[in-house]
């Protein structure tokens, strides 16, 4: 269906009026960017807009268009439209505000031709045309220009106001942070410990006071706090699921999860649809999100032809996400690897495209990280023996990474060169003012 045909339209109309339903606040911005003319498929809908325009309270709008008769009207029409969500809401203005472009050029060339013959027609229609690519090439080159400056002036930025630190060293230099308003995925066969990985990078984040989103989407939330408390007021995880945790390590968690509850980590494991999970990402602003695992994630009212194809729009999705501008973030996806057929992982390392629906996640990821555990491919390899592999980075170079895996604090830590396991580095991090060891 062709972009200017009414039932896309109308559409897109669903998409910001099921918003101002659903996300009033959020909606507040696109006051100044739509007028109720923009709304041209539907009557009912830009009387909708014009009462949210008029109303600053959200209470006061609904019963304005409770009395109006018009809510019964958007409900019969607005059965499964996929762009009902607020991580599609931004798309929906602009298909909006170009269809408005689009009408006021055809009504400009409607006029030209009213007003000349066939001889001054192709001489008007070209000084018309060249004067419009004109006035849309200066817009371009303006908006190049205040791109180019706000980068310029980024440059004095700190580079912790751009970058999330993983508190892995060597990592963090190589990467120099990941960079905000892009994603990494993480990908690793089964046990091999990527939420605990993850974890790590959450208790980083706690130390240098930035917020993070955790959806959890195999394990509970509870499960996700233990990992945490181990991490974090090294604990021992045993101790933990057993509840046999002794007076002074209760204490101690105490101590160390209260900042935790201080607006830093919000912990989801019921927010499995993407678009659900792009609310919240919205209305709390974080800096890093991390996504356990990919493979779970939903999608409303989309059908695909493969499983790749979804796990490209998802990953596409999640950096549309991460590059709002009014909430960037860095996003975190985690995924699983094939295990192939038996017998066939034993002493082979893991690679990028051994992650489910590879083609897609690699296209997509700004970041690809494999984290690699010998143990979980031959059993004869020691359980604390790990690496990690960057094997992609858009923004510069690749390399691989010796860690020790301590599973009974559920955490990795970086390897010296020199060392022979089990013994692991001093680990500090890098990213904060002051540096705290582990």
């Not at 980068?151 to 106001?161: C, F």
């Amino acid at each position: 269906m062709k972009h200017g045909d009414s039932d896309v339209l109308l559409a897109y109309e669903q998409g910001v009026i099921g918003n101002i339903f659903l996300h009033f606040d959020e909606c507040i911005r696109i006051k100044t960017m739509l007028s109720p003319d923009d709304f041209t498929a539907s009557v009912d809908y830009r009387r909708i807009y014009c009462c949210f325009i008029d109303h600053d309270n959200e209470q006061k709008m609904q019963d304005e268009i409770i009395r109006s008769g018009l809510l019964e009207a958007y409900a019969k029409s607005s059965d499964n439209n996929p762009y009902v969500c607020s991580s599609q809401l931004e798309y929906c203005v602009n298909m909006l505000l170009a269809e408005k472009q689009a009408r006021q050029i055809r009504t400009s060339v409607l006029r030209i031709l009213g007003e000349t013959t066939s001889e001054e027609l192709p001489a008007i229609l070209l000084e018309y045309t060249s004067n419009n690519a004109m006035k849309n090439n200066l817009l371009r080159v303006s908006s190049q220009e205040e791109s180019i400056m706000k980068m310029i002036n980024g440059l004095t930025e700190k580079s912790a106001d751009k970058h999330i630190f993983t508190g892995f060293p060597k990592f963090d230099r190589l990467v120099n942070g990941l960079q905000i308003g892009n994603i990494s995925v993480l990908g690793a066969l089964p046990s091999s410990g990527k939420t605990a990985f993850a974890t790590c990078i959450v208790r980083h984040c706690v130390r240098t006071k930035k917020r993070v989103i955790v959806f959890t989407l195999e394990m509970g939330e509870t499960q996700i706090w233990e990992r945490l408390l181990a991490n974090l007021g090294d604990i021992s995880y045993e101790s933990i699921v057993r509840g046999r945790v002794s007076e002074e390590s209760l204490e101690i968690a105490k101590k160390v999860m209260i900042p935790c509850s201080r607006d830093l980590v919000y912990v989801f494991d019921d927010c499995l649809a993407i678009e659900a999970m792009a609310s919240l990402i919205m209305k709390i602003k974080p800096d890093l999100v991390i996504v356990d695992f990919l493979q779970y994630v939903r999608v409303n009212n989309i059908k695909h032809n493969s499983v790749a194809d979804k796990l490209e729009y998802i990953v596409s999705e999640f950096k549309r996400i991460a590059k709002l501008s009014y909430c960037p973030c860095h996003i975190m996806i985690l995924s699983q690897h094939n295990r192939g057929e038996k017998g066939q992982d034993a002493g082979r390392q893991a690679s990028m495209f051994s992650l489910k629906g590879s083609s897609g996640i690699e296209q997509g990821g700004d970041y690809i990280m494999i984290l690699d555990r010998p143990c979980v491919r031959d059993r004869s390899e020691a359980e604390q023996k790990a690496s990690l592999l960057l094997v992609k980075n858009k923004f510069g170079r690749l390399g691989n990474i010796n860690l020790f895996f301590d599973g009974d604090k559920q955490r990795f830590r970086e390897m010296a060169e020199e060392d022979l396991y089990p013994k692991p580095i001093k680990q500090e991090w890098i990213g904060d003012e002051g540096g705290v060891d582990w």
